[in-house]
């Protein structure tokens, strides 16, 4: 009589980093559009600045925020991460310290892609 061994194989479920990225431009697209194939991120949501934006307005089927509301995202969400598609030094200074202080004060990780 010959006998079956199966192996069975623990399968971890993989933890996504819970991000934000700030700003809406192609390379932001490019970029949710790379992070969903690589599987280790989430996206929550786009940050913009302007007050200009529409509840409904969406890319790739995530939503874009104002700034002033990344607070309730990072709670919500439990978001660890914030990702800049563009180099912070062509932000103004002004704009510059809005921004970082407010990420900073949430205590997320920065994370720029050149």
């Known amino acids: 009589m010959s006998s079956i061994i199966l192996n069975f194989t623990a399968f971890k479920e993989i933890e996504l980093e819970r991000s934000l990225i700030y700003g809406v431009s192609s390379v932001s697209i490019s970029l949710v559009k790379a992070l969903r194939d690589s599987n280790t991120h989430q996206i929550y949501g786009f940050i913009n600045?302007?007050?200009?934006?529409?509840?409904?307005?969406?890319v790739l089927g995530i939503k874009i925020y104002n700034i002033d509301n990344i607070e309730v995202l990072v709670k919500r969400y439990s978001i660890k991460n914030i990702i800049f598609?563009?180099?912070?030094?062509?932000?103004?200074?002004?704009?510059?310290?809005?921004?970082?202080?407010?990420?900073?004060?949430?205590?997320?990780?920065?994370?720029?892609?050149?």
Request: charged share 40%; no cysteine.
């Open 49 to 58: 600045e302007s007050n200009k934006i529409d509840k409904a307005q969406e």
């Open 85 to 114: 598609t563009k180099n912070l030094d062509s932000f103004n200074e002004d704009e510059k310290d809005f921004v970082l202080d407010k990420i900073l004060n949430l205590h997320l990780k920065i994370l720029i892609v050149k």
